[in-house]
């Protein structure tokens, strides 16, 4: 089935996992983020180191180890967890990356560039923390 919007697996899962992590009172790891998802537990852990290289986690060895936020879910954004899995978000001027087109208007009438702005600007406005304090 085709879809408009695809969120990759990697950053479904890091977004889902910040929020969790965010959401306990102590570390918690791997294991339990995957049962808890439903993950692969080594794609979660893949994922996961990507996001203590980009210092939004903190790892910690040992029986009582796991994750923990590095920083307050105050300051990350869900666009700055889905750009550290994915990649700075490009808006393209033609959705087929195309620098000469046959048409005067582009046939898709601006609504990739459009829909891809709307996409960036609602995830820069969410913070982890709208989503931590939620039910």
């Known amino acids: 089935m085709a879809k408009i919007v695809h969120l990759s697996?990697?950053?479904s899962l890091a977004i889902h996992?910040?929020?969790l992590i965010a959401k306990s009172d102590i570390?918690?790891?791997v294991n339990i983020l995957s049962k808890e998802m439903g993950a692969s537990r080594n794609h979660l852990a893949k994922v996961l180191q990507q996001l203590v290289k980009h210092n939004y986690l903190r790892s910690v060895r040992g029986p009582s180890g796991g994750f923990v936020l590095n920083v307050k879910p105050s300051d990350i954004t869900i666009l700055d967890i889905y750009e550290a899995i994915e990649g700075k978000i490009e808006t393209p001027k033609c959705p087929l990356d195309r620098q000469i087109c046959p048409f005067d208007k582009c046939l898709m009438g601006g609504?990739?560039?459009s829909v891809t702005t709307q996409f960036k600007d609602y995830f820069k406005d969410?913070?982890?923390e709208k989503f931590v304090n939620e039910p």
């Open 9 to 11: 697996e990697a950053a």
């Open 111 to 113: 609504m990739v560039n």
């Open 17 to 19: 996992s910040m929020v």
């Open 126 to 128: 969410q913070t982890l």
């Open 27 to 29: 570390h918690i790891n």
